[in-house]
């Protein structure tokens, strides 16, 4: 029984999330004080454009696991305006711990918002994982600050709500995590005006018996051509 793929962690301080998103990059801001125009209230947690992120390990997972990441994560490198640093130690932006059996990623910025020493992405994977690759890019996306493309408004799956919920269910998961991870949807601004992406890195795989009709998406291993896109928007060259 699958768990849910993988869990986009906000910081459960709306406040210091707001402050550290917009102190990181001005343009995170909502509607009148940034350039990207969005809902009162909204922020994006896009990086400063330009900048370098450097990425730490928590833990020690070894070097075979060190460069696995690495290589996956640096697929990202060609359609962003930023460089990464992969660092000794664990100061970084972004620190990874690898010993647990879960798969999440803070979102964007959230991830200055945590202490020194503590994880802003977990990766529960082994490496010898066929989809390995594609779940690291996945969690790279959200500490890049993407949301999950299944949650895009325009997504209209047609999911068949009692299947779902008594399918993660049985996985642990609670009727209010599959609504925050799975049914919620985000603002549109926040997607940058990109169009829906079946295709996306950032998209659930969706089981054809948990929907009504004939639907279904398979897990995505690459980087679609609208992610591209959507990271060329967030992260333009200067």
């Keep these: 029984m699958d768990s849910l793929f993988c869990k986009a962690i906000a910081c459960p301080d709306p406040s210091l999330s707001s402050a550290k998103a917009i102190e990181e990059n001005g343009d995170n801001a909502p509607s009148g004080t940034g350039r990207r125009k969005r809902s009162i209230g909204e922020i994006s947690k896009f990086w400063k454009p330009g900048r370098t992120l450097r990425i730490a390990f928590v833990n020690e997972p070894g070097q075979a696991y060190r460069d696995a990441v690495k290589a996956a994560a640096s697929l990202w490198l060609p359609w962003i305006n930023l460089t990464f640093d992969f660092v000794a130690g664990k100061q970084g932006e972004i620190k990874i711990f690898t010993e647990y059996d879960q798969t999440y990623s803070l979102m964007g910025t959230d991830a200055l ?21 594609a779940k690291v890019v996945h969690e790279f996306g959200h500490a890049l600050g993407m949301h999950h493309e299944h949650q895009h408004p325009d997504a209209d799956i047609p999911w068949d709500l009692p299947k779902l919920y008594a399918h993660f269910a049985k996985a642990g998961e609670s009727a209010e995590e599959v609504d925050r991870q799975i049914l919620y949807k985000v603002d549109r601004s926040l997607m940058l005006a990109s169009r829906y992406d079946r295709k996306s890195i950032m998209h659930y795989p969706v089981r054809q018996e948990l929907t009504i009709g004939d639907w279904s998406i398979p897990q995505n291993l690459k980087i679609s051509r609208k992610d591209k896109a959507f990271m060329r928007k967030a992260y333009p060259p200067a």
């Design 113 to 133: 918002t945590v202490g020194p020493s503590d994880a802003t992405m977990v990766l529960g994977l082994k490496i010898d994982d066929p989809h390995f690759e």
